[in-house]
């Protein structure tokens, strides 16, 4: 089961105090999504305090190892991207019928 998040509310954004993790990995699912179907996008971004962080995921599906490997961060994010797109494909989730 996914563990709560814990979040401030401030004016016109939540802040997670705990659960950035499980957010990420979230938001990273879908992003990978986002290769397969077409219509709205989401409404939604993540902000990072770390730099550079919102950015590289935002534009994930462009990017590639060789810019991963500049920090820590971005390799875990890339990797795992990595991980969901190779499990969609390899379930070839869209064409079940469930």
């Known amino acids: ?31 990978a999504f986002e290769n397969f179907i077409n219509g709205e996008k989401r409404k939604f971004s993540i902000i990072y305090d770390r730099d550079k962080s919102k950015e590289f995921l ?7 190892e060789e810019e991963a490997e500049q920090n820590a961060d971005f390799w875990y ?7 969901v797109l ?12 469930f």
Do not use: C
């Open 86 to 97: 190779s499990w969609i494909e390899g379930e070839n989730i869209f064409n079940k019928k």
């Open 58 to 64: 935002e534009n994930i599906h462009e990017r590639n």
């Open 1 to 31: 089961s996914l563990q709560p998040l814990v979040i401030k509310n401030e004016e016109y954004k939540y802040v997670v105090v705990d659960g950035q993790q499980r957010l990420t990995t979230i938001f990273i699912i879908l992003k």
């Open 77 to 83: 994010m890339f990797n795992a991207y990595e991980t």
